[in-house]
Every structure is written in C-alpha cells, then in structure tokens.
C-alpha cells in the first residue's frame, strides 16, 4: 500500500485535517529519505557489488551509525 499526501488545487483548498495528515506524513518520510542521502554521499550503494545478504549487514550497521551520530 502506498500511501500519498493530499494536493490542493486553485479550485479546492486543503482542509485543516488534510494538512495535518500531510506534515504527518512529512514528518515519517524525513528520516528515511535522509538516511539515503548520507548513503548517496558516502557512495556507498555504488560500490555494493557483493550479494544481497552482505549488502543488508553494511546498509543495518550504516544506518545504527547514522542513528548514533545523529543522536550524539
């Protein structure tokens, strides 16, 4: 299931609650899409040329890094 924010247009404003429901949602994407940027800028997912298990050891200890650091 994908779940998507809801759009305004020039016709139909957001309500108060769609806006809430948006920053929510927001506020859950954050993290996961700036854990993938640290990953991009350490380069780290071009160079995972080995087999899926040993790519998922890396990527957990990263981000146990990356949760560390940012919590530090």
């Not at 800028?41 to 790519?55: E, H, P, V």
Request: proline share 3%.
């Amino acid at each position: 299931m994908v779940v998507t924010g809801f759009k305004a247009t020039r016709a139909r404003k957001l309500t108060p609650a769609q806006k809430q429901a948006n920053r929510i949602l927001a506020a859950g994407r954050a993290p996961v899409e700036h854990g993938f940027a640290h990953l991009k800028n350490w380069r780290i997912l071009t160079k995972l040329r080995t087999d899926t298990t040993r790519a998922t050891y890396r990527l957990r200890a990263l981000l146990v890094l990356t949760n560390l650091e940012a919590n530090r």
